[in-house]
């Protein structure tokens, strides 16, 4: 079953503050990791869906703020799609992607090729934020990004569309479970905080 409503700070953070908003509880770390490490967070290749040529995430989307979002096309949570995609719509110009990774790790519920996740993504939902090949994000079979990830945070995805959110110098600042909608107030607060900080010289 999906975890419940909570958003949770990343690595072994120095210090840290913790805020009610709503019915969820955002702690925000003041973070230990130096931005080499968060740099490395992020160097790794993955295939666009359905492409053929890796890319680089650290090289394409460094520098911006992220919402890493595994995704599964026959989930109770299918429809944030259209939420995750106003994100994209609405901030995109201000330095923010979403980031969608299928997976069928869930009661198999992404059973499709990834043509088939494309199309569907594209034919019901008018997705066009970046969605990349197909993977596995739990158990140790998981995609190295997914292990970073869960290894930042201390929690894995429960289920599909969980939540990481990375600020523009690579760091996880906060996570977010299925039950977070896309535009959940504190998502898109934790969202408009981190497209405050001015992106740093590269």
């Known amino acids: ?16 503050r913790a805020r009610r908003w709503g019915s969820g509880l955002l702690l925000v770390g003041m973070l230990g990791a130096g931005s080499a490490q968060a740099a490395d967070l992020l160097d790794l290749n993955y295939r666009p869906l359905a492409g053929k040529t890796e890319v680089n995430l650290e090289k394409q ?14 989930c109770g949570f299918t429809p ?14 201000r330095g923010f992607s979403v980031l969608g990774f299928p997976s069928n790790d869930f009661k198999g519920q992404e059973p499709g090729s ?10 019901t ?15 140790t079979d998981a995609t190295p990004l997914y292990q970073r990830l869960t290894a930042a945070t201390g929690v894995a995805p429960g289920w599909n569309f969980h939540k990481y959110l990375l ?8 996570q977010f479970s299925s039950k977070v909608k896309p535009d959940d107030k504190e998502l898109v607060a934790a969202i ?8 740093a010289k590269r």
């Open 1 to 16: 079953m999906p975890q419940s409503h909570r958003a949770t700070s990343p690595f072994h953070a120095t210090r840290a």
């Open 125 to 139: 939902y008018g997705v066009k934020f970046p969605m990349f090949q197909k993977v596995q994000v739990t158990g």
């Open 61 to 74: 989307y460094g520098g911006k703020v992220l919402l890493v979002v595994n995704t599964a096309s026959k």
């Open 80 to 93: 944030q799609y259209e939420a995750l995609e106003g994100l994209q719509t609405r901030y995109a110009a």
């Open 167 to 174: 600020s523009r110098d690579g760091r996880v600042v906060a």
């Open 114 to 123: 990834e043509k088939e996740i494309q199309e569907f993504c594209t034919l």
């Open 192 to 199: 408009e905080r981190e497209l405050s900080v001015a992106p």
